[in-house]
């Protein structure tokens, strides 16, 4: 996401840095660069206007100028007032505020914003937090809208819930007794898409808000429209009481300005974004991390959330004292290679690494993702148990048939072996000192 906006971020700093020191000229100069740059990610023309006057007031006002850390100041500068932009601080999702009854979680949106794969998404999240979600169907009008509810459910073991779709006072005291029966805490209401807000929608979003007492009304935006998603949200913070943004298909051709633009037209907190097709491609909103994510500063906070998403703290023990013990065989290779993949596109890891976001290109971050991981695991797979946990056995006319049951070549099999040895060398340095003290390695 933003990969354009980043690159043109990075290269105006670029030069700044370059000069060592800044004067009044070259700050004019980055900011101009900056604001062309966020224009042209359909970022508001008021919310550009207000940013880099802010950043260069505050430079100007720094000792900025001429400072031997004047560049750095600048990008420092800018990281903080975008961070102000994107609103501040995470701003988390409200719970009901008895424990006896589940929080309610309403999701509005126009046709096509990715509503009801956003509510599959959003329980997932709540189930890994220990949450016990309980999906609700409540279009009426999209056909087999309940039924793709309810194959969602079924696709990820979900609880979901389909009831009188034509009495919305009925469906919500059938769907909030559903919950308490299941001991549901979280209910995630799915309503219908609208193509326009006209009275008989604004009018039936009321009737939906005075059903449900929602504690939270989210209203999802598709980031591929650009200002229209600004247009959109106020639209219906006018219909009815939104509590907070989910912006969908930030993976796609989308140049971000919703993004940059929503929190600061309407005051509202943007609080999830969808980075993929994928069940877990969510991530709740961390305005300081999007802004470091944006100006290729790295999300190192996020990158260790995944991580331990994937890579439970027994696993790293385990695999600890196997790499200590030097008994890493290539079924731990291929495990590990697995748990990296889960953790999403490598494109998407590499921009989390503080340094590495403007290589993805060079390092061809989607040919890893289709290629290089299914190779892979094809070549370990077509081993047998004895060659999978030593190696060392596989000569010249078994490294043939191996590349002949994976559909590779002899010097592929080479190649990951080689990957493999050097990854167990790397690992056999990281099980000594501090770094086996830290994974709890005896």
Do not use: C
């Not at 100041?73 to 006896?100: C, D, F, H, R, Y």
């Not at 696709?155 to 006072?169: I, K, V």
């Not at 290109?361 to 991981?373: G, I, N, V």
């Amino acid at each position: 996401m933003f990969d354009a906006l980043s690159e043109k971020l990075q290269r105006a700093f670029s030069r700044l840095q370059s000069h060592g020191t800044v004067t009044e000229k070259d700050l004019d100069e980055a900011l101009r660069e900056v604001r062309v740059a966020l224009l042209e990610a359909d970022v508001n023309f008021r919310v550009v206007r207000e940013l880099i006057g802010a950043v260069r007031e505050r430079a100007l006002g720094a000792d900025v100028l001429r400072s031997l850390t004047g560049p750095q100041q600048v990008i420092a500068i800018v990281n903080q007032e975008l961070t102000k932009v994107l609103g501040g601080s995470q701003a988390n999702l409200a719970a009901a505020p008895t424990p006896s009854g589940p929080t309610v979680i309403l999701l509005l949106g126009l046709k096509g914003a990715g509503k009801t794969t956003f509510a599959a998404k959003l329980a997932l999240h709540l189930r890994r937090q220990g949450a016990k979600p309980l999906l609700v169907a409540a279009d009426p009008y999209r056909v087999a809208a309940s039924e793709q509810l309810q194959a969602l459910g079924r696709q990820h073991n979900l609880a979901t819930f389909a009831g009188d779709l034509s009495d919305l006072r009925r469906l919500s005291k059938e769907a909030l007794a559903e919950a308490r029966r299941v001991g549901a805490t979280a209910l995630i209401v799915d309503s219908a898409g609208y193509l326009q807000l006209d009275e008989d929608v604004v009018e039936e979003l009321k009737a939906l808000e005075g059903s449900f007492a929602p504690h939270e009304t989210l209203l999802v935006v598709d980031a591929m429209t650009g200002q229209e998603a600004v247009h959109v949200a106020e639209e219906f913070g006018k219909a009815t009481k939104v509590t907070g943004f989910v912006l969908t298909k930030l993976d796609g051709d989308a140049r971000g300005g919703a993004a940059l633009s929503i929190r600061a037209m309407t005051g509202l907190p943007i609080k999830f974004i969808g980075t993929g097709e994928r069940a877990d491609a969510l991530e709740a909103f961390h305005p300081e991390r999007f802004a470091s994510r944006i100006l290729g500063m790295g999300d190192v906070l996020t990158l260790v959330e995944r991580a331990q998403e994937q890579i439970g703290e027994e696993d790293v023990v385990a695999l600890g004292r196997r790499m200590k013990t030097n008994q890493m065989d290539l079924n731990d290779f291929v495990s590990q290679l697995q748990r990296v993949r889960g953790m999403g596109p490598i494109g998407d890891l590499l921009g989390m690494i503080p340094g590495l976001g403007g290589m993805k290109r060079q390092l061809q971050a989607t040919q890893l993702d289709d290629t290089f991981f299914r190779r892979a695991e094809a070549i370990v797979f077509s081993m047998t148990p004895e060659e999978r946990r030593n190696p060392e056995v596989i000569n010249g006319s078994r490294r043939r048939r191996i590349a002949a049951g994976s559909g590779t070549t002899p010097q592929e099999v080479n190649q990951l072996l080689k990957q493999w040895k050097e990854a167990k060398r790397v690992m056999q340095m990281m099980a000594s000192g501090r770094t086996a003290r830290m994974l709890g390695i005896r």
